[in-house]
T-cell receptor, first 112, second 111 residues
């Protein structure tokens, strides 16, 4: 059974700092990996999807990488802003590309 | 275009009552998923529909939980004899290929 872990559970940084959020998974047979953002009391917003054959994806100030052999993914946020404050979740798709297994999330606070 | 919608947004019920949670997926999406998110945790998979049939219901915690999707569009998650431990946010997602789009969730509180 796939298990996904996110470290750290919470992170507080000053505005403008570059930061890295970590995600590890136990089953290297993971299919795609997706990073989400969740604001308090809200649903999930997809940030980046790394497909099985890819190693990274970029969108604006965000860059996500995937290394299946080591069971790791990272989300890099450049020049962080207070508006980036949210919980960030990573999730891996099973081999059939159906079920998502989520990590516990990293709660990020960017202080002005 | 319209995203995934869920109703109600909040539901408060008493222990032992029956509740129904509704999900309207993005039009044309054949896949529909239900997840449950407890406070401070990531969502956990409950059930996955492909069309009208439940392709994988391995995440349903027990037989008090049941979900249907009779016409391959709207889905209803049904919880019988609710318990306080059922309190959580219930998220629905629909998708095509290997991408899922999430609704805002229904926050269920069992008193």
């Amino acid at each position: 059974k796939q298990e996904v872990t996110q470290i750290p559970a919470a992170l507080s940084v000053p505005e403008g700092e570059n930061l890295v959020l970590n995600c590890s998974f136990t089953d290297s047979a993971i299919y795609n990996l997706q990073w989400f953002r969740q604001d308090p009391g809200k649903g999930l917003t997809s940030l980046l999807l790394i497909q099985s054959s890819q190693r990274e994806q970029t969108s604006g100030r965000l860059n996500a990488s995937l290394d299946k052999s080591s069971g790791r993914s990272t989300l890099y946020i450049a020049a962080s802003q207070p508006g980036d404050s949210a919980t960030y979740l990573c999730a891996g798709y099973d081999n059939a590309g159906n079920m998502l297994t989520f990590g516990g999330g990293t709660r990020l606070m960017v202080k002005p | 275009g319209a995203g995934v919608s869920q109703t109600p947004s909040n539901k408060v019920t008493e222990k032992g009552k029956y509740v129904e949670l509704r999900c309207d997926p993005i039009s044309g999406h054949t896949a529909l998923y239900w997840y449950r998110q407890s406070l401070g945790q990531g969502p956990e998979f409950l059930i996955y529909f492909q069309g009208t049939g439940a392709a994988d219901d391995s995440g349903l915690p027990n037989d008090r939980f049941f979900a249907v999707r009779p016409e391959g569009s709207v889905s209803t998650l049904k919880i019988q004899r609710t318990e306080r431990g059922d309190s959580a946010v219930y998220l629905c997602a629909s998708g095509e290929g290997h991408t899922q789009y999430f609704g805002p969730g229904t926050r269920l509180t069992v008193l």
